[in-house]
């Protein structure tokens, strides 16, 4: 429904952990959001800005104050960013006093790189997401649309739950 | 943001095309809707109702008028209904004057079955699409959100556009 | 156990039957042979002729002759035939008399672009076989390695089935 | 060829490595030999001995000893171990003198989950080899077939070597 293209900030996460054989680790690979896009044949124009590669509980105020300057400088006002799910809320607390874009936050609870993933199905409800709602931040998460201010994690059970403010 | 179930209707189409090789042939299969729900983990009520198992070609003007009168009678107000591409249009049409109802179309260009498709992020697009807007017919197809009212299918291409009336 | 690169002459079949939306039919497309043998890290030399784009059961007699010609002429001893089932015992019978040669014909029930396939695990198959087996036309189909003169397809049950000569 | 089951020995290794979000680790979990076979439509008899799930570096001596003592008293005379690379060529010596059984060890570079993945033809591989190889000890991985007193891992490269004795 914009002409301006989704612009997608990669900050690493579950999403992007890849694993490599010579170290026996798992730890946060190339970014897989442009494979996804490619396979959903995605007609619609985006650019990718591939910022960090962080387990989320990793990123430090100065990576939060780095991604609020990044995602505040972008000409475009939709914004997607992938993220750990750990602190994806304190992000996007971060992120609440940008002006006038809609930003999605979203990751996924099995790496892209699995047969059996979220990642996908979360990729694709923050790109609805973010060309739907109005100027703000959200998270979009295995089927749910949270405002950012509005979820915590629960993670004994692995999920995000709503909060009534 | 909504407690009521989200109902997808299935009536067929490319998304769940599947292979008989004692046929030799792809017919429309057994749903995969409930697969990628399960594998995208969705944590939000959800209901399937399974129409139709039809190429959108092969549906009838009967076929339409029982889907309106099947999604008119649904106690939610929130509908993904998943379709073959050919004649989404044509059903978006039927469905525009189902009065308080968020209803999104979409369908895939490669069918769920297959390991590289379009259908589980076209999916994910319905069902944050279905949450984020308002009452009125749409469609999601690869990265985009159409007003039901305000898209074609460019046939050679292989892709919904824009229209604006 | 040996330096010759292993031929892989592919000739269609079901194993690389792919989707083509804008004729909404399936057809053998190009062959998935090189993608799984790359996802499967092979580490030996091997070569890929591209023969046929057929369905087996559009195989003719001249075609068969070509591809016993393609085969005989092979430097290599050791060739793998990806090919479509209904007359995959036809071409093996073809192929009896090409001397001094280890030949494993292989093919799917489900095509290789589908995410659940039985194509890789025939074609490890395949590539095991004829590095294993002496000089002969065999066929290894969904964990079964059958002699080339002594097997016939089930058709209802899709599957292959010893017959003791 | 044969008439008797195959047997599946696991012990773990990348090969069933699983994310556990909760604890955002991967560890070897259940093992997905049954779900390869099954994908596969493995059409003759096989079970299943679940051993071990341990990267195959915490793999001990009494350990091996199990594995050795496991294999020998199963009364089929095919057996195939899906086991860590790291120490695969060490479980294969201490299988050496186990008497007129083929048996082949084979696991994965890159999980079994994972979409992209040498798992499935390693395994169709191993499958394979252990119906047409005489008694012995073989290693079936990324391609090649190797005698277990005959390879060496390479690390820097990923990949198994031949070595001639």
């Known amino acids: 429904m914009s002409t301006q293209p989704i612009i997608i900030v990669t900050t690493g996460g579950t999403i992007d952990k890849a694993y490599f054989d010579a170290l026996s680790t798992y730890q946060v690979g190339e970014t897989m959001v442009a494979h996804m896009l490619k396979e959903a044949r995605v007609a619609c124009p985006w ?14 105020d100065d990576d939060r104050a780095t991604l609020r300057q990044t995602v505040a400088a972008l000409e475009s006002d939709r914004v997607v960013i992938t993220h750990g ?36 199905f979360n990729l694709g409800m923050a790109f609805a997401a973010v060309q739907c709602l109005p100027p703000g931040v959200y998270i979009t998460m295995n ?23």
């Open 47 to 60: 650019q990718l800005v591939d910022l960090f590669r962080k387990d989320s509980l990793e990123l430090t």
């Open 85 to 120: 799910t750990d602190t994806m809320i304190e992000s996007a607390n971060a992120l609440v006093d940008v002006a006038s874009k809609t930003i999605v936050l979203t990751g996924a609870l099995a790496p892209a790189r699995f047969s059996e993933s979220d990642a996908t």
């Open 143 to 165: 089927g749910q649309v949270f405002r950012g201010d509005q979820v915590r994690k629960d993670r004994e059970q692995g999920k995000f739950v709503s909060v009534t403010s």
